[in-house]
């Protein structure tokens, strides 16, 4: 495809609403999860987890929340009925939000949650042990405070990070959820085709970002999740400088950038080049093509995450790259789940061992940075079935048509 040519008006016009026939997590999933963490909880020794306002009480109640200073979360017993825990003037508006219905415990602002937690913990069947102090699950993404609001009031129970059961849940995707990603990934990918073709010399990055705003609303989402557009020398920057990019013939460009689709984040990189690319763009453009399929590759059930990352690694270095994190080079690790968050476990990285299992969603996107010159990004997502991994968006075809799909 020709990169540039069209108009902002244009290139909107040939984006329309995908959302349709994009179903929302429902009601007996989120019933299937809890009953599902408390199998694994009852084979693990956990009596309880608290799963705290965010992306883990989503998950499980589908109870959208945001974390603040005050605890707002749920308690899910291995055995027995999910409750939650609020301040008691937010009662109401819990019980509007949530999708799994439970009994609220409120706290009035002068009391203590934290006495309230050990409390319902007690009255619904965890209790305190000095001899075989039951296990309890503290939510990976609680504030400091709450952990050490409850520690001291905890005689006679273990705490623990409660990833142990959230990330094992939430790391194995369902059909439903691999659906919205999906969908999800689609719009992303639309957006990117109809960014390229707005491309002009003289244009700015910030003009970039809000078309891509625009073109993510127009596709049916609420807007970009995130967008990060660099030009030239700024690409060799992972995550973006500071300083708005104005585009000249030549330049390497990279935008990454994704939406929502009913709680669930795309994530898609294009990198290409307004105008000839020159024979050291092609060179490193296709040198992360073969580290991006290598990594691929690599990707088979029960193998360790780690391995996913040394196989791209491996393609760098055989180019010249590297080794290891060196520059130029791959800086960071090679991909992240993702799913109601934007990076969430396992990854695929160095020590991560963790098996790859079927319903693993991950990121593909081992850079190549070289400070003082650009970057290529080449970023898609694939997820585990029982036979092998299998792409969410099909890699970019060649740096002088990036969008056609490439041939399996």
């Known amino acids: 495809m020709t990169i540039g040519g069209s108009t902002i008006d244009q290139a909107l016009a040939t984006l329309s609403d995908m959302t349709t026939g994009a179903v929302p997590i429902g009601k007996d999933e989120y019933q299937q999860r809890i009953l599902k963490a408390q199998a694994y909880m009852r084979d693990q020794g956990i009596a309880a987890i608290y799963v705290n306002a965010g992306a883990n009480l989503t998950y499980f109640t589908g109870t959208r929340w945001s974390a603040s200073e005050r605890m707002v979360g749920a308690i899910l017993p291995a055995y027995g009925a999910l409750e939650y ?5 937010e009662e109401g508006t819990i019980k509007d939000f949530m999708q799994v219905e439970g009994h ?5 602002e002068h009391e203590s949650p934290y006495h309230l937690f050990i409390a319902t913990l007690r009255r619904m069947g965890v209790a305190p042990d000095a001899d075989r102090p039951p296990r309890v699950g503290i939510c990976e993404s609680a504030a400091f405070f709450i952990v050490d609001g409850i520690r001291p009031l905890a005689a006679g129970y273990t705490l623990e990070n409660a990833r142990t059961v959230t990330a094992w849940c939430r790391s194995r995707k369902s059909a439903a959820e691999i659906a919205l990603m999906q969908r999800a990934k689609d719009m992303t990918l639309a957006v990117h085709v109809a960014t390229a073709s707005i491309l002009r010399e003289g244009i700015t990055t910030v003009e970039v970002e ?3 705003e625009r073109a993510h609303r127009k596709v049916g989402a609420s807007g970009s999740y995130f967008c990060i557009v660099l030009f030239g020398e700024a690409t060799a920057y992972p995550h973006g400088v500071s300083y708005v990019q104005t585009l000249k013939r030549g330049d390497t460009v990279l935008i990454d950038t994704g939406c ?7 994530d898609i ?3 290409y080049v307004y105008g000839q690319p020159s024979e050291h763009q092609r060179a490193v453009w296709a040198s992360e093509q073969k580290a991006q399929l290598a990594a691929f590759n690599a990707a088979r059930l029960g193998v360790p995450c780690e391995d996913v990352d ?3 690694r491996r393609a760098l270095e055989e180019d010249g790259y590297g080794p290891g994190y060196k520059l130029p080079g791959l800086p960071h690790r090679t991909g992240h789940g993702i799913g109601l968050d934007i990076h969430e476990w396992p990854y695929l990285v160095g020590g991560d061992e963790t098996p790859l299992d079927v319903g693993m969603c991950f990121s593909n996107e081992p850079m190549i940075c070289i400070p003082g010159h650009f970057g290529v990004r080449h970023e898609d997502h694939f997820y585990m079935t029982e036979t092998g991994p299998k792409w969410f ?7 002088d048509d990036p969008f056609r799909l490439q041939r399996k």
């Open 85 to 89: 825990i609020a301040p008691a003037f």
């Open 104 to 108: 609220v415990n409120c706290w009035q």
């Open 210 to 212: 809000q078309f891509i």
């Open 260 to 266: 929502k689709l009913h709680n669930y984040i795309s």
């Open 269 to 271: 990189t294009r990198t």
């Open 310 to 312: 040394r196989a791209a």
């Open 393 to 399: 968006t099909q890699p970019a075809y060649s740096i």
